[in-house]
Nanobody
Framework: QVQLVESGGGLVQAGGSLRLSCAAS??????????MAWFRQTPGKEREFVAR????????YYADSIEGRFTISKDNSKNTMYLQMSSLKPEDTAVYYC???????????????WGQGTQVTVSS
């Protein structure tokens, strides 16, 4: 049973930083077509992609809205993915979810496993 558990959310002032963690368990997460990602969601809006990282941590990709403020990384020895968030803005306030999926033959991605989410609140 694959399980993803996020932690590290909280309340921070605008301009501050937070580091989110996503601990994965249930199987090895280093298959060549594995991909892990962070999404976020605010009430009344669809879940929004934030960043993703390849199985070996070499390839990363970010949403334009992040504007270089966040860094995604992973430590395969700990089966853990991170999201270092800096220069936080009130509009970054959301529930942040981690996800595990696969890169498809088409080049797209399908996320099959999700964590329960962690709340990030940025005050102005």
């Amino acid at each position: 049973q694959v399980q993803l558990v996020e932690s590290g959310g909280g309340l921070v002032q605008a301009g501050g930083s937070l580091r989110l963690s996503c601990a994965a368990s249930g199987r090895t997460f280093t298959f060549a077509n594995d991909v892990m990602a962070w999404f976020r969601q605010t009430p009344g809006k669809e879940r929004e992609f934030v960043a993703r990282i390849s199985w070996n941590g070499v390839r990363t990709y970010y949403a334009d809205s992040i504007e270089g403020r966040f860094t995604i990384s992973k430590d395969n020895s700990k089966n853990t993915m991170y999201l270092q968030m800096s220069s936080l803005k009130p509009e970054d306030t959301a529930v942040y979810y981690c996800a595990l999926g696969k890169v498809l033959d088409t080049g797209g991605r399908r996320y099959d496993y999700w964590g329960q989410g962690t709340q990030v609140t940025v005050s102005s």
